[in-house]
């Protein structure tokens, strides 16, 4: 007769904590806001942009690393604004866009992979960032100085007629 004596004395004991309507409420409520979280965030990145085509069907060369949808093409500037060996910050945008020799221009977030910093400056072949004091190289965006430690996310823009866009 132990057993019974065992589960008796379990029930009781388990019973306030483990209570179905409480736990179930609870866990319930997370989900829920989880779930509003991401459908705001999906919300947000697919309203903000003012794209006149939309972006699903645009995407003809989306290859292998994942077609990201950028916005439609948001106008950054002029090519002629970019220094060759140089670049500049595009803080709106959140990007950076680089001349690393004539007529070649590269694009990388501006979002520092070390702790999330905007980047601020682009001197002396680097992009840098104020916070830790990373730099990246304008050529392909790889760390030049730590303390980050992975390169910055490369953009895709398109230059034409002096006029640098977004893709
Ligand atoms: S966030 Fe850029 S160096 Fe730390």
């Known amino acids: 007769m132990p057993q019974e004596s065992e589960t008796q004395v379990d029930e009781p004991g388990r019973a306030p904590q483990d209570a179905p309507a409480g736990g179930g409420t609870r866990r319930g409520l997370l989900v829920g806001a989880g779930l509003a979280g991401i459908a705001g965030l999906a919300a947000a990145c697919g309203g903000s942009g003012d794209d006149e085509a939309g ?3 645009g995407g003809g060369n989306g290859g292998a690393s994942g077609g990201r949808q950028g916005g439609g093409g948001t106008a950054l500037g002029s090519a002629a604004e970019i220094p060759v060996g140089g670049g500049k910050v595009f803080k709106d945008a959140k990007v950076v866009v680089c001349q690393p020799t004539q007529g070649e221009f590269k694009a ?15 001197s002396g072949g680097t ?3 104020p916070c830790h004091g990373s730099k990246f190289k304008i050529a392909d965006g790889s760390v030049a100085n730590p303390p980050a430690d992975e390169p910055l996310e490369e953009k895709r823009i398109t230059v034409q007629g002096g006029k640098i866009t977004l893709a």
Do not use: L, Q
């Open 127 to 129: 992009i840098n960032c």
């Open 108 to 122: 990388y977030s501006s979002k520092c992979t070390h702790r999330g910093c905007d980047v601020g400056s682009v």
């Open 55 to 57: 972006g699903s069907g």
